[in-house]
């Protein structure tokens, strides 16, 4: 099994940026796929989270702004995010429920500055 993240970088405020995140190997039909984050000196924190069915569940701070989804046929889930702001910096993580375990990303950078 392997959990690989892409995008993140450095994006000014008021940009756009899209992760995604694929869990790999012979897991399927996964239930929960989410992203958390974290930021320097805080807990990590949910963002969002999507049901098989496609049902969103987002936080506060993302709604309006983020969009998450996910491809059940490629274990892949994404998260768009714009409109970004400075307290948006944080290492973003995918999560993954299935059976009883649970698969983290490696995480990725986002730095909103101008």
């Known amino acids: 099994v392997q959990v690989v993240e892409s995008g993140g970088g450095l994006i000014q405020p008021g940009g756009s940026l899209n992760l995604s995140c694929t869990l790999s190997?012979?897991?399927?039909?996964?239930?929960?796929m989410g992203w958390f984050r974290q930021a320097p000196d805080k807990e990590r924190e949910l963002v969002a989270h999507?049901?098989?069915?496609?049902?969103?569940n987002l936080a506060d701070f993302a709604k309006g702004r983020f969009t998450i989804s996910r491809d059940n046929a490629k274990n892949t889930v994404l998260l768009q995010m714009s409109r970004l702001k400075p307290e948006d910096t944080a290492v973003y993580y995918c999560?993954?429920?299935?059976?009883?375990?649970?698969?983290w990303g490696q995480g990725t950078q986002v730095t909103v500055s101008s």
């Open positions: 999507v049901s098989p069915m496609g049902a969103t």
């Open positions: 190997g012979s897991i399927f039909a996964v239930h929960f």
């Open positions: 999560n993954f429920r299935h059976a009883g375990q649970e698969f």
